[in-house]
């Protein structure tokens, strides 16, 4: 089986975790983690059937599946805004963003829903007061910043804290709005999910194991992701660890609809194809209901 990534993030150590320490096999899975930084370039695959499950919000399932696609959330494993803007040093209050380039990801994912979301509830409106420029992952966000590339750059840990260590300015903290988001998860093709449930039910096991890692063995956690990000010191993850493990990640993270009615809002803003959606038509929690009702998540924590 073939699974995706597609951001260097600590929201994604429990993916790390498991390739690093095979869990997959521990189900009887013969597992390949691949990276794939760009989230379109996944949804292909996975649509080509090259890769089996793959890391999306639930902005990219929506945007796909409204475009013919059949993917489906299995989990939702963070479900706020967790990006943060950073910006040149000079730049010390939103409204001085207008005129700006700021830097996403990619068009289309989670980073542009996000900073496009927040520009909308300030009052400026995106592609017209503020320039939205895709530049590709994390790294190269920070990168692309500090050479002066861009004036600001949605981010998440680490690099967000590696960005102000070279400089940048907080701008603003996109967890503060708020917002009832599914901004990170895990997805397949219900095709997929139809034709193989026990081997998604093994896989999300595996999955709620590297959960279980990350919450439980922060030396472990944090080595891992030293060595994914390949970062040097390991200690500027120690904040960023403490509210992810403790705060924003869920032993079970089940995926919700209200997380996916806000997107859908959104959406319908700009594609009127996207009023009436069914939440619901986009996740389905029953996989992890079944895991979490025969003991498993409870056996792992000792409870």
Not at 43 to 63: D, Y
Not at 168 to 197: A, C, M, N, P
Not at 285 to 292: G, V
């Amino acid at each position: 089986m073939r699974a995706a990534y597609t951001s260097i993030a600590i929201q994604m150590t429990p993916l790390y975790l498991m390739k690093e320490l095979d869990l997959g096999k521990k189900q009887g899975l013969n597992l390949d983690m691949l990276y794939v930084p760009v989230s379109s370039r996944a949804a292909q695959a996975a649509l080509a059937g090259e890769i089996h499950f793959l890391t999306s919000g639930g902005v990219a399932n929506i945007n796909a599946n409204m475009s013919g696609a059949d993917f489906v959330g299995l989990t939702s494993t963070l479900n706020t805004f967790t990006f943060k803007i950073i910006s040149r040093p000079e730049l010390r209050d939103i409204v001085q963003l207008k005129g700006k380039r700021i830097g996403i990801s990619r068009l289309g994912g989670a980073s542009d829903f996000s900073i496009r979301y927040a520009l909308d509830r300030w009052g400026l409106v995106p592609d017209r007061d503020v320039a939205i420029l895709q530049i590709g992952g994390e790294p190269e966000l920070a990168a692309s910043l500090q050479g002066k590339a861009i004036d600001a750059a949605v981010i998440s840990e680490p690099f967000s804290t590696l960005a102000l260590r070279a400089g940048g300015h907080l701008l603003y903290d996109l967890s503060q709005l708020g917002v009832t988001y599914t901004l990170h998860g895990l997805g397949s093709r219900k095709s997929f999910v139809r034709e193989h449930r026990d081997t998604t039910i093994r896989f999300l096991k595996a999955y709620l194991e590297g959960i279980y890692i990350f919450k439980t063995n922060k030396e472990l956690s944090l080595n891992t992701m030293k060595k994914v990000a390949r970062l040097d010191d390991v200690a500027i993850m120690n904040t960023a660890y403490e509210e992810y493990s403790k705060r924003l990640i869920r032993d079970v993270p089940y995926p919700n609809p209200e997380g996916i009615q806000i997107i859908i809002d959104q959406l319908a803003k700009s594609r009127p194809q996207a009023k009436g959606l069914n939440p619901n038509d986009f996740i389905d929690p029953s996989l992890l209901r079944e895991i979490e009702q025969s003991g498993f998540v409870k056996r792992l924590y000792g409870r």
